[in-house]
């Protein structure tokens, strides 16, 4: 079975990719759409608008096809307090994101590469509350995907997320094309560790188990005080 690289294999999946939102959102979506509103509210609390040099900016990382920014986008609609953005490695779920979305801004980035990074956080601002679900998977090491965040966060910024504990990635069908994508095993304590050595303190941690079975571990991160 062929291996693809995130890139490619999702480029190649982004078509079928909705019909796996159900599936996902039993991982993670009724805490982390619960997180991120309560994070948005915070966020909003803590500078009154009239206070602020601008919206905050909530950001999705390795946002796929909109699965999660359609819903922000509702949930955003009347508050002028914030803008949304989103990234992925993947040409065609930015493709598809763009034409789910109407305000948001999009565009393709791989969240390793620092050099883009800077360019989007110069052109865009850093975000204020940060998600990345389903994204550490594809990311070997667990400090680059902290250090990666914290460059994309302003100071005191909210980082959501969530880590699977998966063992071998999951079979995908396009049309008549059977595949894999690239992905890593993260262990929670690695995760935890990696976190801290980048300077974030750890608010929440959620487990989300399926039949006494641990599926994903969705985490509140809030990021350190100065600017990476
Ligand atoms: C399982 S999907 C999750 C998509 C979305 N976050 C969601 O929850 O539905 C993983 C996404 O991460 C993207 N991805 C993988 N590696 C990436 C990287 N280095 N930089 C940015 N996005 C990446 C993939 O292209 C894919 O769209």
Not at 181 to 187: A, D, E, F, N
Not at 205 to 218: Q, R
């Amino acid at each position: 079975m062929e291996n693809l690289d995130p890139a490619s294999g999702y480029d190649l999946y982004a078509p079928y990719y909705k019909k796996d939102h159900a599936h996902l959102d039993s991982f993670d979506w009724t805490i982390a759409g619960a997180w991120w509103r309560e994070a948005l509210a915070q966020l909003e609390a803590v500078v009154p608008a009239e206070n602020r040099k601008g919206p905050l900016i909530a950001l999705d990382a390795g946002c796929g096809d909109g699965r999660s920014l359609v819903r922000f986008e509702k949930w955003l609609a009347g508050h002028e307090s914030a803008t949304l953005q989103g990234f992925d490695l993947s040409p065609q779920m930015v493709k598809l994101a763009s034409a789910k979305t109407h305000s948001a801004t999009l565009g393709v980035l791989d969240v390793e590469d620092q050099q883009a990074r800077e360019a989007w956080v110069q052109q865009r601002g850093r975000a204020d509350l940060l998600s990345a679900f389903f994204l550490l998977v594809h990311i070997d090491r667990e400090e680059d995907f902290f250090v990666a965040m914290r460059h994309l966060l302003a100071p005191k910024g909210i980082l959501l997320m969530n880590t699977i504990p998966q063992r071998k990635p999951p079979v995908l069908v396009a049309g008549t094309k059977k595949f894999t994508i690239l992905s890593h095993s993260h262990r929670l304590e690695a995760v935890r560790e990696a976190g801290y050595d980048a300077g974030f303190d750890l608010v929440r941690e959620h487990p989300v188990v399926e039949e006494d079975e641990l599926i994903s571990t969705v985490f509140w991160w809030a990021a350190p005080r100065e600017v990476q």
